[in-house]
Structures are given as C-alpha cells and as structure tokens.
Nanobody, 118 residues
Framework: VQLVESGGGLVQPGGSLRLSCAAS????????MSWFRQAPGEERELVAT????????AYVDSVKGRFTISRDNDKNLVTLELNSLKPEDTAVYYC????????????WGQGTQVTVSS
C-alpha cells in the first residue's frame, strides 16, 4: 500500500489550497477514503470522508462549508479542496482508507504540510 499526499503550502488566512492523495496497492473503489490532519502537539483528527463510489461525504464540524472532498476512481486519486482557510487549519494532512471509523492502513504517507499564516 502506498499513499502519497501533495499540494500543501503556506497560505494567508482566507486563502485556498487543493490537496491530492495518490493511492496504490489496494482495490481503491472498495474503500471509503478519508483525509486526516495532525497539528503540532495534538492527536491526528479525521477531517473528511468520501464513500467508495463518491456519492457520500462527511466532514468534521470545524471544516463544514469550507472543505470539499472528492475522488477520481479511474486515477486512484482523492482530493481535498480547502477554502476560507483559518490559522487553526494549520497541520500536516494525510489520507487513508477508512473502515468502521478507523484508518485501515498502518503505513501512512509522508503527509503534506498546510500552514495558514499572515
């Protein structure tokens, strides 16, 4: 299993970013996929989830209306659009498959750093 995140960066409050996760080594369409984030000194947090076919999504309350998760099952790609970014969104963002509310794969990618600061 390989999960490769990209697209992070430094952005001012109110700005936008588009994160991508390229997945391989498993049957992508069989799994819900999620984005997680981890801020310094804090536990990893589940941010957004999308169903295998891409028709169902769910978000943590703090990002509802600002973040959008999507997937391309032809390319084994899951994307997170981040809009109206706030300093509290600063974290390393990771993707993983999700089952029963828990990440499936023990081996995480390197993540992608999102820093929101003026």
């Amino acid at each position: 299993v390989q999960l490769v995140e990209s697209g992070g960066g430094l952005v001012q409050p109110g700005g936008s970013l588009r994160l991508s996760c390229a997945a391989s080594g498993f049957t992508f369409t069989s799994f819900y996929m999620s984005w997680f984030r981890q801020a310094p000194g804090e536990e990893r947090e589940l941010v957004a989830t999308i169903s295998g076919a891409g028709f169902g999504t769910a978000y943590v309350d703090s990002v509802k209306g600002r973040f959008t998760i999507s997937r391309d099952n032809d390319k084994n790609l899951v994307t997170l659009e981040l809009n109206s970014l706030k300093p509290e969104d600063t974290a390393v963002y990771y993707c993983n498959a999700l089952k029963n509310g828990q990440p499936v794969w023990d081996s995480w990618g390197q993540g992608t750093q999102v820093t929101v600061s003026s």
